[in-house]
C-alpha cells in the first residue's frame, strides 16, 4: 500500500543520513523498518506488568508557546509516581527533563504517553525496570 507523509526537511535530513550510513537502499525499507520497532516497543511496553522504576527523558523546544506549562501540569498530576526530576538546557531553543518515576506500569506508561502527545516535544524515551519489590 502507498501513503504519503509531510516530514520537516531536517528531519528527512536526518533520516536519510541515517539510512546511508547503515546501508540502506531506499527510505521505504527504512521507514517500514522504523514503523517495526515502533510498534514492537508499543507492544512491550503493554505487556509490562506491576511495579516499575524507570526513566523518562524528554526533550522539548522551550520556546513553543504552553509547552512547558503544560508539561508541569502533567508532572503535577503525576506527581504520586515522580520521585525527582532534572532540567538541562541544551541549546538556545532545546530543554532536556529527566524524570525518575516510580509506580504501577500503568501510571508510568499514561504520563509517558501524555508527554509523548505534547507539541514541543520533540523525543522521549522511557527506560524501566521492575522496582525493589519485584526482585
Known sequence: ????????????????????????????????DALKDYIIRYKWMNQIE??????????????????????????????????AVMHVHMTEEYCLEVIVLKGDVKYVRDLTEEIMRLKGVEHVKLTSTPSGENM
Request: proline residues 2%.
Open 1 to 32: 500500500m502507498r501513503i504519503s507523509m509531510s516530514l520537516p526537511r531536517k528531519l528527512l535530513n536526518e533520516f536519510d543520513v541515517v539510512l546511508k550510513d547503515r546501508g540502506y537502499q531506499s527510505r521505504s525499507k527504512g521507514i517500514r
Open 50 to 83: 506491576g511495579q516499575r522504576i524507570g526513566v523518562l527523558s524528554v526533550i522539548y523546544d522551550h520556546q513553543y508557546t504552553g509547552v512547558m506549562e503544560e508539561l508541569t501540569a502533567i508532572q503535577h498530576d503525576f506527581r504520586k509516581y515522580i520521585n
